[in-house]
């Protein structure tokens, strides 16, 4: 059974920046894909960025871009995301998800992605 325990969430003020790790278990993590996404209140869940599983290809959100970093290190079986210059409207609460097929693409899409983690909470105060 995949488990993803994400952490590193927090409150922040704007400008600030914030690292966020999530820990996959139950299956060979570096043969997968891997993203982050976000979801406020009242709103969808949202593609943030997105890692193939090599990690020679990243992808982002055009809100994040420049800002925000994703990278994997498949020897911890984790998965990151440095925030920086964070803003009050990245706050959210903040979601790892594996891909369910080995050696696919890095969606950008909810429905590209099987398995989920609890989510951590971004709070950027103005």
């Known amino acids: 059974q995949v488990q993803l325990v994400e952490s590193g969430g927090g409150l922040v003020q704007a400008g600030g920046s914030l690292r966020l790790s999530c820990v996959a278990s139950?299956?060979?993590?570096?043969?997968?894909?891997m993203g982050w996404f976000r979801q406020s209140p009242g709103k969808e869940r949202e593609f943030v960025a997105a890692i193939t599983w090599s990690g020679g290809s990243t992808y982002y959100a055009d809100s994040v871009k420049g800002r925000f970093t994703i990278s994997r290190d498949n020897a911890k079986n984790t998965v990151y995301l440095q925030m920086n210059s964070l803003k009050p409207e990245d706050t959210a609460v903040y979601y790892c998800a594996a891909a369910g097929s080995p050696f696919g693409k890095a969606g950008l899409t909810t429905r590209e992605y099987d398995y989920w983690g609890q989510g951590t909470q971004v709070t950027v105060s103005s």
């Open positions: 139950g299956r060979t993590f570096g043969r997968y894909a």
